[in-house]
């Protein structure tokens, strides 16, 4: 088991920028690739950016690429989500997620179905 903590969200006026943190406790933070997904509201969950388990290479969905980053600490089983330059249209609750590393592509990433833990959300809402 693997247990997630999603910290970090807020309002913020658009423009503005925020980082998202994402705890994990449990089984070996380096087994796992991770995700942010986020879903707003009436909409899908959405897949957002991802990182090997070693950080080494990560993914971003057309929408943030430019504006988002995610890291990785291995050493704090943290991993991070700095979003810049932020829109109404990014307002949606956040989930990062970890997903059983078994050299997957980093576009595999992309479907939820590759996680099998997630966090219980942030809420990120900007303002214009």
């Known amino acids: 088991q693997v247990q997630l903590v999603e910290s970090g969200g807020g309002l913020v006026q658009a423009g503005g920028s925020l980082r998202l943190s994402c705890a994990a406790s449990?089984?070996?933070?380096?087994?796992?690739?991770m995700g942010w997904f986020r879903r707003a509201p009436g909409e899908e969950r959405d897949f957002v950016a991802a990182i090997s388990w070693s950080g080494g290479s990560t993914y971003n969905a057309d929408s943030v690429k430019g504006r988002f980053t995610i890291s990785r600490d291995n050493a704090k089983n943290t991993v991070y989500l700095q979003m810049n330059s932020l829109k109404p249209e990014d307002t949606a609750v956040y989930y990062c997620a970890a997903a059983p590393t078994r050299d997957q592509g980093m576009g595999a990433l992309r479907a939820s179905y590759e996680y099998a833990y997630w966090g219980q959300g942030t809420q990120v809402t900007v303002s214009s």
């Open positions: 449990g089984r070996t933070f380096t087994s796992y690739a």
